[in-house]
């Protein structure tokens, strides 16, 4: 993963929680994707994988099995992205409630990500699997 010089935690949790989270969105992509790439499945097969894993109701599963594992800053985080509300409604065919855990994550992503705490994200990541 490209790294950039890290923020400091300080930085980083002045930003929206929607910023991060634009940024976990993409992190999380890109995780995902990679694993796929590296499953040496074919890219139909990658593509529907990406469209299982990348969605509101598989993310909101996923922050379900890390969250006894998160740091009480990592829990504010996502309880920031969760409770945040974007300036659009909630996507047709998505719950609101994964919705919002969606966002928390992403958030939780995009903050490990721009603090440079790649093996924090990578070790959450696979327990996220």
Do not use: C, W
């Not at 890219?43 to 469209?51: D, E, I, K, R």
């Not at 922050?63 to 920031?80: G, S, Y």
């Amino acid at each position: 993963m490209l790294e950039y010089p890290a923020l400091s935690e300080k930085d980083a949790l002045m930003m929206s929680p929607l910023r991060l989270a634009y940024v976990g969105d993409a992190v999380h992509d890109l995780l995902v994707r990679t694993g796929l790439v590296l499953g040496g499945e074919s890219v139909h097969s990658m593509h529907g994988g990406a469209v299982r894993e990348v969605n509101a109701q598989a993310q909101a599963q996923a922050l379900a099995r890390i969250e006894a594992m998160l740091t009480e800053k990592e829990a504010d985080v996502v309880r920031r992205g969760r409770n945040a509300h974007a300036h659009h409604g909630t996507p047709k065919r998505v719950r609101p409630g994964d919705y919002a855990k969606a966002t928390g994550l992403e958030a939780l992503l995009g903050f490990l990500y721009l603090t440079g705490r790649m093996d924090r994200l990578k070790m959450l990541y696979r327990a996220m699997q």
